[in-house]
């Protein structure tokens, strides 16, 4: 069950682009598994995928056709992830590509491939070509919703937000859903997220927005410390609103709420990790520098021994100070460490402090959002991670995925 999350009652349509979804059977039964997304052709795209050299063949095969020209079409299947099938996964992903581009009559190139499942298991084309023509005759503004839950695997709950912001007196609106909760962890984390605006931006600045805020977002989450081989992140900018962003103000405005969309999205896939019962927020502080405070964090948070201990509501803190102690961090005076669970001081200056009790720390712990607050006493620096609990759950379900 998600922690403090639950599907989206409705979600925006974003001028310029249309969504269809469909039941290829790839591996679900009795439910949509395929999506297509319809662009405008006045609109910029922008895309970053997994850095895991092990990628999958649509990664392949997007990062090629986004590097051709700009795109009209997005094919998305879950159930089967296309990756460690070799040549014939390349064929595979690029003739799904051409099928969508001769219902269109544009290049293939002009399709970008993505893909969610299973790895190392053939991608029937079949099952992908008999769905494209239902596909272009139900594209619709208003399938969002449809499409968050069409591209889910081990979700549990769709994930998708909206927002409207005025810019220079007009209404611009961004939409976005993403869908993961295992295989999660930095470099893109087994996620996929699509975010669209009507605003026009130039695509080279759009580029730029997309790599600033996945830093602190998509980036900034860990389930399982596995990167997948599938990752990406796409966002889109239709322009239809009229709404030029160039200039500074306009910029500024705009990124704050593509922020929060993107943050939105990230933290979502957090409170639906595979098996969580707990979202755990990770704050670093004072810092040498900022990838000091985020390796810390990352290793506090990839810690099987702090998470189950997590998930047991148990507040054995030498556990997190071990972790912060075998962090990549030169010569750290651990006199300068604070530590902190939610508002209760636990460690101070190293050692445990005078008022802390276990039984404060087991109260906190027992709440379904934890704060570990953890202060180097080195510098300015800080980095905010969210990661979950491991439970017993989490092994059931990845023991049993392919089964």
């Known amino acids: ?13 974003v001028p310029g682009i249309k969504l269809a979804t469909a039941a290829a059977g790839i591996r679900y039964q009795d439910r949509d598994d395929l999506v297509l997304i319809a662009l405008t052709e ?7 995928f997994t850095q895991n050299a092990f990628c999958a063949a649509p990664v392949i095969t997007a990062k090629k056709h986004l590097h051709e020209t700009s795109p009209r079409f997005l ?31 544009v290049t293939p190139a002009a399709v970008l491939p993505f893909s969610t499942g299973v790895i190392g298991e053939q991608l029937l084309i079949e099952k992908i070509n008999r769905n494209i023509p239902a596909l272009f005759s ?30 220079d007196g007009k209404k611009v609106t961004i939409t976005g859903i993403a869908k993961g909760s295992g295989m999660i962890c930095p470099d893109m984390a087994t996620m996929l997220a699509f975010v669209a605006t009507d605003a026009a931006v130039e695509k080279k600045l759009l580029q730029t927005c997309l790599q600033e805020i996945v830093g602190k977002s998509f980036n900034s989450i860990t389930v399982d410390g596995d990167t997948s081989t599938n990752d990406a992140c796409v966002l889109m900018a239709s322009g239809m609103s009229e709404i030029q962003i160039k200039d500074d103000a306009a910029l500024e405005i705009f990124k704050q709420v593509l922020a929060e969309v993107f943050i939105f999205l990230a933290q979502a896939i957090i409170r639906d990790a595979e098996g969580a019962t707990k979202f755990i927020t990770i704050q670093v502080e004072s810092a040498l520098n900022k990838n000091e405070a985020r390796e810390v964090a990352y290793t506090v948070a990839h ?5 189950t201990a997590l998930f047991a509501s148990d507040p054995n803190w030498g556990r997190v100070l071990a972790a912060v102690g075998r962090a990549p961090v030169d010569q750290l005076d651990i006199a300068k460490v604070d530590f902190n669970l939610g508002d209760i001081c636990v ?6 402090a005078p008022d802390y009790t276990e039984e404060k720390g087991q109260e906190i712990l027992q709440e379904d959002e934890v704060l570990l607050r ?9 980095a905010t991670i969210w990661t979950s609990d491991l439970s017993h759950e989490y092994v059931s379900i990845n023991a049993d995925y392919r089964s």
Do not use: F, H, Y
Not at 42 to 48: D, I, L, Q
Not at 87 to 99: D, F, H, M, N, T
Not at 139 to 165: E, F, Y
């Open 1 to 13: 069950m998600a922690v403090g999350l639950s599907a989206p009652g409705a979600l925006l349509p």
């Open 75 to 105: 094919l998305i299947n879950s159930g089967n992830a296309n990756a460690g099938t070799g040549r014939a996964g390349l064929e595979i992903a690029q003739l799904s590509c051409r099928a969508v581009a001769k219902e269109a009559s």
């Open 303 to 307: 810690s099987p021994l702090v998470k």
């Open 374 to 382: 953890i202060s180097l006493g080195r510098g300015p620096e800080s």
């Open 138 to 167: 139900s594209l619709n503004k208003s399938n969002w919703l449809s499409a968050a839950q069409a591209i889910m695997t081990t979700d549990t709950v769709a994930k998708g937000i909206s927002r409207q912001v005025e810019i």
């Open 42 to 48: 006045s609109t910029s795209t922008a895309a970053v």
């Open 347 to 352: 460690i101070r200056g190293g050692e445990p």
